[in-house]
């Protein structure tokens, strides 16, 4: 459905489905093969947790930019990727242009909402290591020639954080604030307590990684967030204890007093 004054190749990555995704993809790379550059993976590449789809699809880009979009989700507005590189082609000091989304939940169980409230447009290096998930994955568009795939971001989970880190020491990003595309959330995976804990220690592990990469030029900000984490996560931890085990614990109460005086603390600072 996209409209645009520029060529666009489509590279699809079918990762070993077991359903007739594969068969469907074949279909539309047979009717538009100028259009359509698919790879058909034998093995699930993605159960490794180590990159090898991001490289893999980077790699044979041939545009001068890159647009995300994941499984899953889908874009809505024809013109989003034109507005897009319209604006990076005319501000060439901004390495990503990303918009807002709609999150639509797939059982149900939740009115569909949008994805983030964006107070400003532009955003940077900062922001990115201060503040929660708030780039939906299937707005991205970037400058192909800002990133380099580092050496030790096949060691990491969470592809999508790596990959604004690296990008925002180039240059800012832009936000469109406008609905163009739908993120899907399924009712299990991150939502559930287990994957948090998983997914917070990997946040926390990146953040390691990308200090070690930007020779601790941000290692105030870094050392914050971290602590900011770790604390969430003990918290989490405390609170999803059975009852009986959180009246037994000592240190339940010890973070609970610490939690209550450190916001007493900022409030009366502020």
């Known amino acids: 459905m996209q409209k645009t004054t520029f060529p666009v190749e489509i590279l699809i990555h079918d990762d070993a489905s ?11 790379e047979e009717k538009y093969p ?4 698919p790879i058909y993976q034998t093995e699930n590449q993605y159960s490794k947790k180590d990159g090898t789809i991001g490289r893999i699809q980077r790699g044979r880009a041939c545009g001068k930019y890159y647009a995300i979009c994941e499984g899953d989700d889908y874009w809505t507005d024809p013109l989003k990727l034109q507005k897009q590189v319209d604006f990076l082609e005319e501000n060439e000091e901004y390495s990503m242009c990303f918009h807002n989304a709609m999150v639509v939940y797939v059982n149900k169980s939740k009115k569909s909402r949008p994805f983030s409230k964006y107070e400003k447009c532009t955003y940077t290096l900062k922001d990115i290591i201060e503040t929660s998930w708030f780039i939906p994955s299937q707005s991205i568009v970037f400058r192909k020639t800002m990133y380099s795939t580092p050496v030790w971001s096949k060691h990491i989970y969470n592809g999508d954080l790596t990959l604004q880190l690296l990008l925002a020491q180039k240059g800012p990003f832009y936000c469109i604030d406008e609905i163009m595309s739908v993120y899907r959330k399924h009712a299990s995976g991150v939502s559930s307590i287990n994957s948090y804990y998983y997914s917070t220690l990997k946040i926390i592990e990146i953040l390691y990684y990308f200090n070690l990469h930007s020779n601790f030029e941000y290692h105030t900000i870094i050392q914050k967030r971290i602590q900011f984490l770790s604390n969430s996560l003990y918290a989490k931890f405390l609170y999803n204890r059975p009852f ?17 005086l450190s916001k007493r603390k900022k409030f009366k600072i502020l």
């Open 18 to 28: 077991t359903d007739k995704t594969a068969s469907i993809v074949r279909e539309y």
């Open 244 to 260: 009986y085990v959180k009246i037994l614990s000592i240190d339940f109460y010890i973070f609970k007093t610490w939690s209550f």
């Open 34 to 37: 100028h259009l359509i550059k």
